[in-house]
Antibody, heavy 120, light 112 residues
Framework: EVQLVESGGGLVQPGGSLRLSCAAS????????MNWVRQAPGKGLEWVSN????????YYADSVEGRFTVSRDNAKNSLYLQMNSLRAEDTAVYYC?????????????WGKGTTVTVSS | QSVLTQPPSVSGAPGQRVTISCTGS?????????VHWYQQLPGTAPKLLIY???NRPSGVPDRFSGSKSGTSASLAISGLQAEDEADYYC????????????FGGGTKLTVL
């Protein structure tokens, strides 16, 4: 079964850091670009970051550029999101999602999400 | 303010047909980038419903269909069922924003 499982969410103070992980199974992880997408409470979906299959190309939304770093370990079938200088507005459920076809941008497999709360 | 504009809500009675619009611009939908649609049931992760304008992943009923014209796209749901009540999001790529995937603000579908 194709599956993505996020972990690492929690409560963190403003200015703090958190590292999210996404474990992939059931498909050849190293062949796919991956995304992080977040959803603030009661709000819509917001794309956060994209990383190509070989990590050669990485993109970030303006709202997280310079604070978040995406990475992957194809040997461990894992995707990561290092989040620094966290703000209250980063509070959200964070989903990892597989890009169906590289360059076509749609996301065909999603994890269930992990919740990040930034509050003092 | 989302780059892609969707109506906040639509509604319909069981068995009816509803459409959800997604309006973009020349830097996203109008540039030929595909439009994709997701269904998000309450308390769950989004699910891919339509990809590249009009393609359905396996397992998605043919009651769901997508189309695109110019700088806009539409999702149509025919034979409405109670279980279709959910939030629906459109998504595309915007060439004016580096590497940026963009989502619509979402549309809440209520089955009356």
């Amino acid at each position: 079964e194709v599956q993505l499982v996020e972990s690492g969410g929690g409560l963190v103070q403003p200015g703090g850091s958190l590292r999210l992980s996404c474990a992939a199974s059931g498909f050849t992880f190293s062949s796919y670009s991956m995304n992080w997408v977040r959803q603030a409470p009661g709000k819509g979906l917001e794309w956060v970051s994209n990383i190509s299959s070989s990590s050669s190309t990485i993109y970030y939304a303006d709202s997280v550029e310079g604070r978040f770093t995406v990475s992957r370990d194809n040997a461990k079938n894992s995707l990561y999101l290092q989040m620094n200088s966290l703000r209250a507005e980063d509070t959200a459920v964070y989903y990892c999602a597989r890009e169906g076809i590289t360059g076509r941008y749609y996301m065909d497999v999603w994890g269930k999400g992990t919740t990040v709360t930034v509050s003092s | 303010q989302s780059v892609l504009t969707q109506p906040p809500s639509v509604s319909g009675a069981p068995g009816q047909r509803v459409t959800i619009s997604c309006t973009g611009s020349s830097s996203n939908i109008g540039s030929g980038y595909g439009v994709h649609w997701y269904q998000q049931l309450p308390g769950t992760a989004p699910k891919l419903l339509i990809y590249i304008n009009s393609n359905r992943p396996s397992g998605v009923p043919d009651r769901f269909s997508g189309s695109k014209s110019g700088t806009s796209a539409s999702l149509a749901i025919s034979g409405l069922q109670a279980e279709d009540e959910a939030d629906y999001y459109c998504q595309s790529y915007d060439s004016s924003l580096s590497g940026s995937t963009v989502f619509g603000g979402g549309t809440k579908l209520t089955v009356l």
